[in-house]
T-cell receptor, first 117, second 114 residues
Framework: AQKITQTQPGMFVQEKEAVTLDCTYD???????LFWYKQPSSGEMIFLIY??????QNATEGRYSLNFQKARKSANLVISASQLGDSAMYFC??????????????FGTGTRLKVLA | KAGVTQTPRYLIKTRGQQVTLSCSPI?????VSWYQQTPGQGLQFLFE???????NKGNFPGRFSGRQFSNSRSEMNVSTLELGDSALYLC?????????????FGPGTRLTVT
């Protein structure tokens, strides 16, 4: 079963509008972390935002916010005021731990966002 | 502050050969993680090193190995290359182990196996 599901392979948004990228996850751990990365065509992964499972407030970083709904196991990324430079692949990822203290990192398949002028 | 650097950026090898990729983390970062990215499998976690010890490992065969040096620089080795090993290999560094929210990626090494 997929641990991280991104159901939108591609999205379009008009410049200056807001866009929501969906992400749902599956874990039985109580402690886990969720994060979003941006990968432009150059290939480098850029960290955007992080949400810990125990964080009560939704994470925000500038124009990025994470809509964390723990009961629904969703961690959607909201980009406000889209810019042309936001066009890229976006990955949702989860870090889950084990009692032995080791971690596993799992990435979704990504959503390709295209911002239109 | 310099970012994560990876060398080489591009590499072409033939089946059966071995390859070593290098990653220099951000100064002060002690954790280095490696990922494989392919169009078919997406981004998959290979392993994580911290203080010269492998702390976490993904589901990859033993042909994939790595090490970390005392200066936190890390190398990844793939022996007996297969066509399916063609991928973008990304390295990420963070201050602490499991510090996903502080994980910074390098530009990657694109490996092509012919």
């Amino acid at each position: 079963a997929q641990k991280i599901t991104q159901t939108q392979p591609g999205m379009f948004v008009q410049e200056k509008e807001a866009v929501t990228l969906d992400c749902t996850y599956d874990t039985s751990d109580q402690s886990y972390g969720l994060f979003w990365y941006k990968q432009p065509s150059s290939g480098e992964m850029i960290f955007l935002i992080y949400q810990g499972s125990y964080d009560e407030q939704n994470a925000t970083e500038g124009r990025y916010s994470l809509n964390f709904q723990k009961a629904r196991k969703s961690a959607n990324l909201v980009i406000s005021a889209s810019q042309l430079g936001d066009s890229a692949m976006y990955f949702c990822a989860m870090r889950e731990g084990s009692p032995s203290g080791t971690y596993k990192y799992i990435f979704g398949t990504g959503t390709r966002l295209k911002v239109l002028a | 502050k310099a970012g994560v650097t990876q060398t080489p950026r591009y590499l072409i090898k033939t089946r059966g050969q071995q390859v070593t990729l290098s990653c220099s983390p951000i100064s002060g970062h002690r954790s280095v993680s490696w990922y494989q990215q392919t169009p078919g499998q997406g981004l998959q976690f290979l392993f994580e090193y911290f203080s010269e010890t492998q702390r976490n490992k993904g589901n990859f065969p033993g042909r994939f190995s790595g090490r970390q040096f005392s200066n936190s620089r890390s190398e990844m080795n793939v022996s007996t290359l297969e066509l399916g090993d063609s991928a973008l290999y990304l390295c990420a560094s963070s201050l602490v182990i499991g510090g996903a929210y502080e994980q910074y990626f390098g530009p990657g090494t694109r490996l092509t196996v012919t």
